[in-house]
């Protein structure tokens, strides 16, 4: 392992370990709130207006801090702590990651396009489709959807396409996106932490490929499609 590679083994180490701390301390400026309601109440006392909107806030806040950490956290942990990389069919994997996705009703994914394999530690691909799949949920601008990938073979390597009908991400934004914590609109008013296409990048990276958003499918007529390309099995 050269230089450059072993101090970013260790800045990620550090990473994990002090979004793990973090982590109870967001925890405590989420339920604390709760506690100081409750105890109010068992005194009768009632809380100002002013007062629960600003616990209200904090725990708005504390939430947000909570994304913005797992996200970190698993940023930290792509290709350090990475299974032993193996055979993976992509359209069972695929499912499986869509299973984890929150808020999927009215959406409809088709994977049926994405029948082939590739060699990859199982954790970090599971980050990569989790990273993609919820990107298309989160940042779509209606209620229903659709969602559909497609693998092609191309050499020793298989292109991996993901596609959405939401809004699509215009050309002057599509490198922006991938930088850690960049999101298109305010955190605050979306919720969104801006590391998923960051861990998408670096999973797709430490596999020798690259990750890029191009135009979007004409079968949907509008939407972002993003392409990245794994080691063929």
Request: with cysteine; proline share 5%.
């Amino acid at each position: 392992m050269d230089g450059n590679a072993a101090s970013s083994r260790e800045f990620e180490s550090y990473l994990y370990a002090i979004t793990h701390d973090l982590k109870s301390y967001s925890r405590a400026m989420r339920v604390i709130p709760d506690w100081i309601v409750e105890d109010l109440g068992k005194s009768n006392a009632t809380l100002p207006s002013e007062v629960a909107d600003h616990l209200s806030m904090l725990q708005h806040y504390a939430r947000g801090m909570d994304r913005m950490l797992d996200g970190l956290t698993d940023l930290s942990r792509v290709g350090r702590l990475a299974d032993t990389p193996t055979k993976l069919d992509l359209r069972p994997a695929l499912c499986h990651a869509w299973d984890t996705i929150p808020d999927t009703q009215g959406f409809v994914a088709n994977f049926d396009g994405a029948a082939l394999a590739v060699i990859a530690p199982e954790n970090d691909l599971q980050r990569l489709l989790r990273a993609l799949l919820d990107n298309c949920v989160r940042h779509h601008d209606r209620q229903v959807g659709r969602i559909a990938a497609f693998a092609t073979r191309q050499g020793d390597r298989v292109i991996l396409q993901m596609a959405d009908d939401g809004p699509g991400i215009e050309a002057p934004y599509r490198e922006k996106v991938f930088e850690p914590l960049h999101t298109l609109f305010p955190k605050d008013d979306t919720g969104f932490s801006g590391l998923g296409l960051t861990i998408s990048r670096k999973v797709v990276s430490t596999l020798g490929g690259v990750i890029r958003i191009i135009d979007g499918p004409a079968q949907f007529g509008r939407g972002c499609l993003v392409e990245c390309d794994l080691p063929a099995a």
